[in-house]
C-alpha cells in the first residue's frame, strides 16, 4: 500500500534533519528533487548536520546583506516550484512585487504591451500561478511584519476615504474690508457684512496622514489631494482573496447602498413626465 503524502514528507524532514543531501533523500523516497526542495522551503527545515553542504551554503547566506539574501531565498523558492514554466516563475515574481498583470507580463515573455494586457489577467487564473503569487505575498508580508489584512484595509481606507476627514468647507459671514478697516454703514452705524465661501483644514495631528498624497500652498491658496480612490478600488477588485470576512462584508454593503442609490436616481429620471400645458384652439 503506497504511503501518504503526509508520511512521506515527514520522513524526508527527517532525513534532511540527519544531514541527507536533498538528492539523496529523493532517491530514496522516490519523489523529484524539486518536491523535496519545495517541502524544505514551504516548511522552514533545519539541518542540525555540519557536514551538510547545504547548511553551509545557508549559513553563508545570512552573512549577506539582508536584501540580497531576501531575493536570493524568494527566486530559488520560486524556481523550485515544479508546476510552473520558467516565464511563469518570471511572472510570479515580478507581479509580486508590482501587483500589474500587464506589466508582469511584458517582462517575463518579452512581448508588446497590448498582448500583455490580454494575457496577463489570463495567466492570473491559472490555479498554479495564483498559489505562486500568494505564497510569495505571504512571505513579503511575513518580513514586513504586516498581515494581509492590514494592507486590505489600508486601501479600503483609500477607496471609501472621505474629504471631510480632512477639511470642513462652508459659508460664514464676515466684515466688508475696505482700506482702513471693516466698512461700517453710515446711516445705521453697523458694520456690512457678506457672506463668503470657507475651505479650512483640519490639524495634522487630528487625520491619518498617510491617505494624503500632497498638499501645497499656491497663488490661489492650500490645496490637499487624497491617494487615487479608483486606483485604490481596482487594487481592492483583485485582491479581495486577502480580506477578512468582515472587510468582505463592508465592502459588500457599501456596494449594494451604491447600487441602490444608482437604481433611484435611474428610476426618478424615467419617471420624469413632459406636459404639454399650451391650450389647443377650438376647432372652427
Known amino acids: 500500500m503506497a504511503r501518504a503524502p503526509d508520511e512521506i514528507k515527514e520522513k524526508a524532514r527527517v532525513l534532511y534533519e540527519n544531514g541527507v543531501m536533498l538528492k539523496d533523500i529523493a532517491g530514496q523516497l522516490d519523489v523529484p528533487e524539486g518536491t523535496v526542495r519545495s517541502w524544505k522551503n514551504r516548511g522552514k527545515w533545519n539541518c542540525n548536520a555540519t557536514q551538510d ?22 527566486v530559488e523558492s520560486v524556481m523550485s516550484n515544479d508546476d510552473l514554466t520558467d516565464k511563469q516563475r518570471l511572472f510570479c515574481i515580478y507581479y509580486s512585487k508590482s501587483f500589474n498583470a500587464a506589466k508582469s507580463y511584458q517582462k517575463a515573455y518579452e512581448c508588446d ?82 457672506i463668503v465661501n470657507t475651505v479650512k483644514f483640519r490639524k495634522s495631528t487630528d487625520v491619518d496622514g498617510t491617505i494624503i498624497s500632497e498638499v501645497k500652498q499656491g497663488k490661489d491658496g492650500a490645496s490637499i489631494k487624497l491617494a487615487d480612490r479608483m486606483k485604490a478600488l481596482d487594487w481592492l477588485a483583485d485582491h479581495m482573496d486577502m480580506a477578512t470576512a468582515e472587510q468582505r462584508a463592508r465592502i459588500a454593503f457599501i456596494k449594494a447602498q451604491t447600487d441602490k442609490l444608482t437604481a433611484d436616481e435611474k428610476e426618478q429620471s424615467e419617471r420624469v413626465v413632459i406636459v404639454n400645458d399650451i391650450p389647443r384652439p377650438e376647432p372652427s
Open 53 to 74: 553542504k547545504e547548511c553551509n551554503v545557508a549559513k553563508k547566506m545570512k552573512r549577506n546583506k539582508a536584501e540580497k539574501k531576501a531575493v536570493a531565498e524568494e
Open 113 to 194: 504591451y497590448l498582448s500583455a494586457r490580454i494575457n496577463g489577467s489570463r495567466l492570473l487564473t491559472n490555479d498554479n500561478v495564483r498559489e505562486e503569487i500568494m505564497r510569495l505575498k505571504e512571505m513579503a508580508y511575513s518580513k514586513a511584519l504586516l498581515k494581509p489584512e492590514d494592507i486590505f484595509q489600508k486601501y479600503m481606507d483609500i477607496a471609501f476615504s472621505d474629504i471631510t476627514d480632512y477639511l470642513s468647507f462652508g459659508q460664514e459671514e464676515v466684515p466688508v474690508m475696505g482700506a482702513f478697516g471693516p466698512v461700517v454703514d453710515k446711516e445705521t452705524g453697523q458694520t456690512l457684512t457678506k
